[in-house]
């Protein structure tokens, strides 16, 4: 009898453990009406706060923990999300996606190609994907954007270490900076605000250029950048990355992603980094870059309960050091008395925020949506004998309400509003003749914007996809701006789809965060009374075409045009006269055209391509010269990536050069019209174990470096001392190694 009901137990076990089990398929219905499994697809149980992604042929299974009832939703790149409840009787789900046409909609999610551009979405969004980010070190954002040509990163100047973006040929203040669709590195954040985000904490960036929504704002001129953090309820319990290069530049990034329950889960991200050398490769008795410590921390929570709402909520905190100038500068000394020219800058930032959404009926189709963020950032510089220093305090609250009405018909509308106060101070050291003259101005500030918009989507099917959108702002001391936006995408064939975009784009600018270079110079710097408010227009078109080459997935060829008119724009001149820099309101002309063409393809299994051109022109009036093109700004830049990958990703190669264009040198360079064109090198390789990568790398392995990007630096207290001339590299040949180890739930 024992052996019996033995026997009838171990019978029975196995039926017990398969209705504890959900399994599963992911898929789509391709153009001929034929199925396509969809691998690495999402599927997301919120009660339970479970993520799961789908295998090589879109099959996935789920513990449904003895719960009676199981909500499933299923998500991918370029596809709407799909919804599906099992009762305690059904242990299988079966999702057929559709494709999503929404602006929005570009998610990464799960094994994808390093870069990709969204065939979905109205705007041209290339997406660097969290393989991209492992490609090179990308130790923050300012690293991350080797393999583009859309957007270049550069110096301000030689001695600080400030980075700074190009999009579009103008510099990134022009460009909107979002952290999940919340505006980031605005104001006294902006010189350094690349450096703060460090790479491993990204899932994801999208960049869309040209004019885009209404609804985070208007300033966007050239276009928007999106940063997408590791998430909540990622299924990563404990993730590292630690890095060291051969200057013992050391970080170490920490995650760690918890589901404490079938509503809360958070994330908790850490960064630290040390580059303790600061050595002068060039002789010039300037360090190349200065010595910095940063310590960098966040905390994101999300709330989901079963009726559908979502609060999420966080806060970072940050603190950076760097010290650079002479070599024989130390920390302490005191700047105003020493013998040698030195910089000391110091940066504190907290931010926080909260958003809530709540649907309005079963299917969140129609629901509404809060954010209110807030930022206080605070700045203490010295350059030489020149001080800088600053407090921000910065609030952004948008409230959203969006309809969907049906599957062709979509409409948003909201109220923004931002509020910033500066308290800012500059002490100015400058020259007359032989004679120091020291300078005190106050530059305290208040700036408010508030402002109604409406946006209208209308989706055809796969064929077409019009976005309009109309926005009026109010901005202190500036007035009222009415500004429209509209982009248009059009599928002509299948593979084959046009996108079109323009609209107005406004802002306040900050003239000494986003020109700290000026610093660093031995000038006065003269700022004009009056300064206005910066206003452009952008418009441009872009063709992209998929066909089928080799063995991969399909490969695309892309054509862009983009030109962006200034009526009103801040100018920051070196060039009017030698012992100034003059800031002063635009008198004419002001505007870019920039050509790109893309090619990515995967001719054979695991060997991708990425081949990428750039072409600007770049031209504005400054005060006695007339239409002049803008200094400092590359004419061209390619760039060309090649990855391969062995069998499971068990190794994988990457390579990328770049060429970058001359550009034209400012007057008081003499010795040259034009800088000179070069190529830098990247390479890396990296072993996959089971739970760890080991990678290793090198940087810049031409070795090319500007030669002597600090004019006068035998004699740094004068007027002829300049360090804000760079178009090159500052460092030469950089190699590192690293590894990143992940727990997986």
Not at 603 to 613: C, D, E, G, H, V
């Given at each position: 009898?024992?052996?019996?009901?033995?026997?009838?137990?171990?019978?029975?076990?196995?039926?017990?453990?398969?209705?504890?089990?959900?399994?599963?398929?992911?898929?789509?219905?391709?153009?001929?009406?034929?199925?396509?499994?969809?691998?690495?697809?999402?599927?997301?149980?919120?009660?339970?706060?479970?993520?799961?992604?789908?295998?090589?042929?879109?099959?996935?299974?789920?513990?449904?923990?003895?719960?009676?009832s199981v909500t499933l939703i299923a998500s991918y790149i370029g596809f709407e999300k799909d919804t599906i409840t099992l009762d305690k009787n059904q242990n299988y789900a079966e999702f057929t996606l559709k494709e999503n046409n929404e602006l929005n909609a570009v998610k990464v999610l799960g094994v994808q190609s390093g870069t990709l551009l969204s065939k979905t979405t109205s705007l041209?969004?290339?997406?660097?994907?969290?393989?991209?980010?492992?490609?090179?070190?990308?130790?923050?954002?300012?690293?991350?954007?080797?393999?583009?040509?859309?957007?270049?990163?550069?110096?301000?100047?030689?001695?600080?270490?400030?980075?700074?973006?190009?999009?579009?040929?103008?510099?990134?203040?022009?460009?909107?900076?979002?952290?999940?669709?919340?505006?980031?590195?605005?104001?006294?954040?902006?010189?350094?605000?690349?450096?703060?985000?460090?790479?491993?904490?990204?899932?994801?960036?999208?960049?869309?250029?040209?004019?885009?929504?209404?609804?985070?704002?208007?300033?966007?001129?050239?276009?928007?950048?999106?940063?997408?953090?590791?998430?909540?309820?990622?299924?990563?319990?404990?993730?590292?990355?630690?890095?060291?290069?051969?200057?013992?530049?050391?970080?170490?990034?920490?995650?760690?992603?918890?589901?404490?329950?079938?509503?809360?889960?958070?994330?908790?991200?850490?960064?630290?980094?040390?580059?303790?050398?600061?050595?002068?490769?060039?002789?010039?008795?300037?360090?190349?870059?200065?010595?910095?410590?940063?310590?960098?921390?966040?905390?994101?929570?999300?709330?989901?309960?079963?009726?559908?709402?979502?609060?999420?909520?966080?806060?970072?905190?940050?603190?950076?050091?760097?010290?650079?100038?002479?070599?024989?500068?130390?920390?302490?000394?005191?700047?105003?008395?020493?013998?040698?020219?030195?910089?000391?800058?110091?940066?504190?930032?907290?931010?926080?925020?909260?958003?809530?959404?709540?649907?309005?009926?079963?299917d969140n189709s129609m629901n509404i949506a809060g954010v209110v963020d807030y930022t206080w950032h605070d700045i203490d510089g010295i350059f030489g004998r020149k001080e800088y220093t600053g407090t921000q305090n910065s609030l952004f609250v948008n409230l959203i309400f969006q309809n969907e009405i049906n599957e062709n018909h979509k409409i948003i509308a909201g109220i923004s509003g931002?509020?910033?106060?500066?308290?800012?101070?500059?002490?100015?050291?400058?020259?007359?003749?032989?004679?120091?003259?020291?300078?005190?101005?106050?530059?305290?500030?208040?700036?408010?914007?508030?402002?109604?918009?409406?946006?209208?989507?209308?989706?055809?099917?796969?064929?077409?996809?019009?976005?309009?959108?109309?926005?009026?702002?109010?901005?202190?001391?500036?007035?009222?701006?009415?500004?429209?936006?509209?982009?248009?995408?059009?599928?002509?064939?299948?593979?084959?789809?046009?996108?079109?975009?323009?609209?107005?784009?406004?802002?306040?600018?900050?003239?000494?965060?986003?020109?700290?270079?000026?610093?660093?110079?031995?000038?006065?710097?003269?700022?004009?009374?009056?300064?206005?408010?910066?206003?452009?227009?952008?418009?441009?078109?872009?063709?992209?075409?998929?066909?089928?080459?080799?063995?991969?997935?399909?490969?695309?060829?892309?054509?862009?045009?983009?030109?962006?008119?200034?009526?009103?724009?801040?100018?920051?001149?070196?060039?009017?006269?030698?012992?100034?820099?003059?800031?002063?309101?635009?008198?004419?002309?002001?505007?870019?055209?920039?050509?790109?063409?893309?090619?990515?393809?995967?001719?054979?299994?695991?060997?991708?391509?990425?081949?990428?051109?750039?072409?600007?022109?770049?031209?504005?009036?400054?005060?006695?010269?007339?239409?002049?093109?803008?200094?400092?700004?590359?004419?061209?830049?390619?760039?060309?990536?090649?990855?391969?990958?062995?069998?499971?990703?068990?190794?994988?190669?990457?390579?990328?050069?770049?060429?970058?264009?001359?550009?034209?040198?400012?007057?008081?360079?003499?010795?040259?019209?034009?800088?000179?064109?070069?190529?830098?090198?990247?390479?890396?390789?990296?072993?996959?174990?089971?739970?760890?990568?080991?990678?290793?790398?090198?940087?810049?392995?031409?070795?090319?470096?500007?030669?002597?990007?600090?004019?006068?630096?035998?004699?740094?207290?004068?007027?002829?001392?300049?360090?804000?001339?760079?178009?090159?590299?500052?460092?030469?040949?950089?190699?590192?190694?690293?590894?990143?180890?992940?727990?997986?739930?």
């Amino acid at each position: 009898m024992k052996k019996i009901l033995f026997l009838s137990l171990l019978l029975y076990i196995p039926s017990i453990l398969e209705s504890q089990t959900i399994s599963g398929l992911v898929s789509s219905v391709n153009a001929s009406g034929q199925k396509e499994v969809l691998p690495y697809a999402n599927v997301y149980w919120p009660e339970a706060g479970i993520s799961v992604e789908t295998d090589t042929k879109g099959r996935f299974t789920i513990n449904r923990k003895g719960k009676e009832s199981v909500t499933l939703i299923a998500s991918y790149i370029g596809f709407e999300k799909d919804t599906i409840t099992l009762d305690k009787n059904q242990n299988y789900a079966e999702f057929t996606l559709k494709e999503n046409n929404e602006l929005n909609a570009v998610k990464v999610l799960g094994v994808q190609s390093g870069t990709l551009l969204s065939k979905t979405t109205s705007l041209k969004t290339e997406v660097i994907t969290a393989a991209g980010l492992c490609k090179m070190a990308c130790c923050n954002l300012a690293e991350s954007f080797e393999n583009s040509a859309s957007v270049t990163v550069g110096y301000s100047d030689a001695i600080t270490g400030a980075r700074q973006i190009r999009l579009l040929g103008l510099n990134g203040s022009y460009t909107q900076m979002l952290d999940e669709n919340r505006p980031a590195m605005r104001g006294l954040a902006a010189p350094f605000g690349l450096s703060y985000v460090p790479g491993q904490w990204l899932e994801s960036i999208q960049i869309a250029k040209g004019p885009s929504s209404v609804v985070n704002g208007l300033e966007a001129i050239t276009g928007q950048i999106n940063l997408e953090h590791r998430k909540p309820t990622d299924e990563k319990p404990f993730f590292i990355n630690l890095f060291l290069a051969d200057n013992m530049r050391t970080e170490a990034n920490v995650a760690s992603s918890l589901q404490l329950n079938e509503k809360w889960s958070t994330v908790l991200l850490g960064h630290i980094s040390n580059d303790p050398q600061g050595h002068d490769g060039n002789h010039d008795g300037f360090r190349d870059e200065p010595v910095a410590s940063q310590i960098n921390i966040s905390n994101r929570w999300l709330y989901a309960p079963a009726d559908g709402i979502q609060l999420r909520f966080g806060f970072r905190a940050l603190k950076d050091d760097r010290l650079g100038g002479q070599s024989q500068f130390k920390k302490g000394d005191d700047h105003l008395t020493s013998q040698y020219w030195g910089s000391r800058v110091k940066n504190r930032g907290l931010n926080s925020y909260v958003k809530l959404g709540i649907p309005l009926n079963a299917d969140n189709s129609m629901n509404i949506a809060g954010v209110v963020d807030y930022t206080w950032h605070d700045i203490d510089g010295i350059f030489g004998r020149k001080e800088y220093t600053g407090t921000q305090n910065s609030l952004f609250v948008n409230l959203i309400f969006q309809n969907e009405i049906n599957e062709n018909h979509k409409i948003i509308a909201g109220i923004s509003g931002v509020y910033d106060k500066y308290d800012e101070y500059l002490h100015d050291y400058y020259f007359v003749g032989n004679n120091g003259v020291a300078e005190d101005r106050p530059l305290p500030s208040k700036h408010k914007m508030a402002g109604a918009y409406a946006e209208y989507t209308y989706t055809g099917g796969e064929k077409i996809t019009v976005v309009t959108g109309l926005r009026l702002d109010r901005y202190s001391k500036y007035g009222y701006y009415l500004a429209p936006r509209l982009s248009v995408k059009y599928s002509i064939i299948e593979d084959l789809v046009l996108r079109a975009n323009l609209g107005r784009g406004v802002r306040k600018s900050n003239v000494i965060s986003d020109n700290l270079g000026i610093l660093s110079t031995g000038r006065q710097i003269v700022i004009d009374p009056g300064l206005d408010i910066e206003d452009a227009w952008t418009y441009g078109a872009n063709l992209t075409g998929y066909f089928h080459l080799g063995e991969g997935e399909k490969s695309t060829v892309s054509f862009e045009y983009f030109r962006t008119d200034f009526s009103s724009q801040i100018i920051v001149d070196q060039e009017r006269e030698f012992s100034k820099v003059w800031i002063y309101n635009l008198d004419g002309k002001s505007f870019t055209n920039n050509w790109q063409v893309d090619f990515t393809s995967e001719p054979i299994k695991r060997f991708k391509i990425l081949a990428t051109m750039r072409f600007t022109d770049a031209k504005a009036e400054l005060e006695g010269q007339g239409l002049v093109e803008r200094p400092l700004t590359s004419r061209y830049k390619g760039v060309l990536n090649l990855q391969y990958a062995t069998s499971m990703n068990k190794w994988t190669f990457d390579f990328t050069a770049q060429l970058n264009g001359p550009s034209k040198m400012p007057s008081f360079i003499s010795d040259m019209d034009e800088s000179p064109r070069y190529g830098v090198l990247f390479a890396q390789v990296t072993k996959k174990f089971k739970d760890l990568d080991v990678y290793i790398g090198g940087e810049n392995l031409t070795g090319y470096r500007q030669k002597h990007p600090i004019l006068n630096s035998e004699n740094p207290f004068s007027t002829g001392f300049n360090s804000s001339a760079i178009w090159g590299p500052l460092m030469g040949v950089r190699l590192y190694a690293g590894l990143r180890f992940t727990i997986w739930k």
